[in-house]
């Protein structure tokens, strides 16, 4: 059984700086991609970032490009979302999630975690 755990969140001020981390655990799960997405109150899902985990290629939203960097670490199976100079529209539940490549997409999800901007 494959399982996310995602952990860092929180409240930060404006300006200020988080770091996600998303813990993957599966006797043989192996990711192809894995991504963070968030979701505002009152909005729709949206994606954040994505890394390829074998090659390490990224893409990041527009949004949060030159702010936020995924990132992972394939020996603790752990994928991070580096978060700095956030902003109040940054408050979100955020996810993480997981493809094995095939045609389910991102297949598995965390239970989601608050980030909370104060401006």
């Known amino acids: 059984q494959v399982q996310l755990v995602e952990s860092g969140g929180g409240l930060v001020q404006a300006g200020g700086s988080l770091r996600l981390s998303c813990a993957h655990s599966g006797r043989t799960f192996r990711p192809v991609a894995m991504a963070w997405f968030r979701q505002a109150p009152g909005k729709e899902r949206e994606f954040v970032a994505r890394?390829?985990?074998?090659?390490?290629?990224?893409n990041h939203a527009d949004s949060v490009k030159g702010r936020f960097t995924i990132s992972r670490d394939d020996a603790k199976n752990t994928m991070y979302l580096q978060m700095n100079g956030l902003k109040p529209e940054d408050t979100a539940i955020y996810f993480c999630a997981a493809s094995e490549g095939d045609v389910r997409g991102y297949a598995y999800w965390g239970q989601g975690i608050q980030v909370t901007v104060s401006s």
């Open positions: 890394i390829f985990w074998s090659g390490g290629g990224t």
